[in-house]
DNA sequence: ATATTTAGTTAGACCAGCTAACTAATTCTA
DNA sequence: TAGAATTAGTTAGCTGGTCTAACTAAATAT
């Protein structure tokens, strides 16, 4: 889609990569969520639950910041998962206004079978691409993912449980 | 959130690089919504006013081929952006089932506002990177659009306006 | 001339996100 | 220490994007 008549803007070629970046972001996601019917888990819920095994028991204000959104979408998506057994909440003994989220057995194991059901068939693709396309990836889905969360940067106390 | 346990699994370095893409799109998409409600163009609907603008009037079923939904989502999609003078949709004389869709001059101008509003912030942090980082982020964006359109690869000639 | 196929829409469902307004628990302060 | 302010989370209600199933209308094939 970009592949714009060039201006004589500052920053032009970032403009384009960003907005490719953009593109593919959409792209790729709407070819992965093909799988979600059969696996049960969406995108948002997938990695809410990976935040949830990973990062250990968390409070659900801790949950909307690392999932980056605001604490009623958070009370929508724990109180769905919840229902279908995949995840707990416990009142936190200390202090009774906070919610303790964490994984239950069957959610963990969902956890592995829905990620490998949504990323399958991308993994698969990724496998037939040359080694240096495949290393390249690698990196930029780290870079990408720093990119992508701009208020945390240099402000947020890592939470628990999160790689330093 | 990867950074799980080992396995030996063969391909495990592609599930891995796979499931950090997926997580990594989450949040960029997250991250550039936050600009939708001043912008007035959501991700989709910047995504498909793209492709009219620039792969020229197309059927609605052209559209959501490249945009790779089923049609009724393209029928809401349109429809709304039609109601805001962005798209218009015309019957085609050689087969009256077609409708064509093009964008307006009010659309041509909403696609580079909303495009910059929404990539901006993106383009910032790019800006900031090593270029080495900037130039892996260019290909990998190309990359990875390849790899989330697998039905088409391949079987889709070239949209006018396309980079070949 | 009828049957089949194709393009698009409508209806109805679900999920994910938001803001605004609320309750309950905690902490601050006068 | 009593009342005010803050904090954690929920509820209600909206928007948007996506799907499938069932439909209409036009074109094509038998």
Same mark, same amino acid.
């Not at 968390?58 to 909307?64: D, K, N, T």
């Not at 202090?95 to 993994?123: C, H, I, K, P």
């Given at each position: ?15 384009? /990569? ?7 972001? #959409?792209? $790729? $996601?709407?070819?992965?969520? #093909? ?33 980056? *959104?605001?604490?009623? /979408? #958070?009370?929508?998506? *724990?109180?769905?998962? !919840? ?17 303790? *989220? ?16 949504? *990323? ?5 693709? $990724? !496998? ?37």
């Amino acid at each position: 889609m970009p592949s714009r008549p060039r201006q004589a803007t500052p920053a032009q070629a970032e403009f384009d /990569t960003a907005d490719r970046l953009h593109s593919a972001a #959409i792209h $790729l $996601l709407r070819s992965l969520r #093909i799988e979600d019917r059969t696996s049960g888990l969406s995108g948002p819920r997938l990695s809410a639950l990976s935040v949830i095994v990973f990062a250990g028991p968390l409070p659900m204000s801790g949950l909307a910041l690392a999932e980056q *959104v605001q604490p009623p /979408t #958070i009370t929508k998506l *724990v109180r769905d998962m !919840e229902r279908e057994g995949l995840v707990e909440r416990v009142r936190d003994a200390h202090d009774r206004r906070v919610l303790m *989220v964490r994984a239950t057995d069957r959610g963990r194991a969902l956890l592995q079978e829905g990620r490998r059901r949504r *990323v399958v068939r991308l993994a698969a693709a $990724l !496998e037939k691409l040359p080694v240096a396309d495949r290393k390249l990836l690698a990196r930029a889905a780290r870079l990408i993912d720093r990119l992508a969360r701009p208020p945390a940067v240099g402000s947020r106390p890592p939470e628990r449980g999160e790689a330093p």
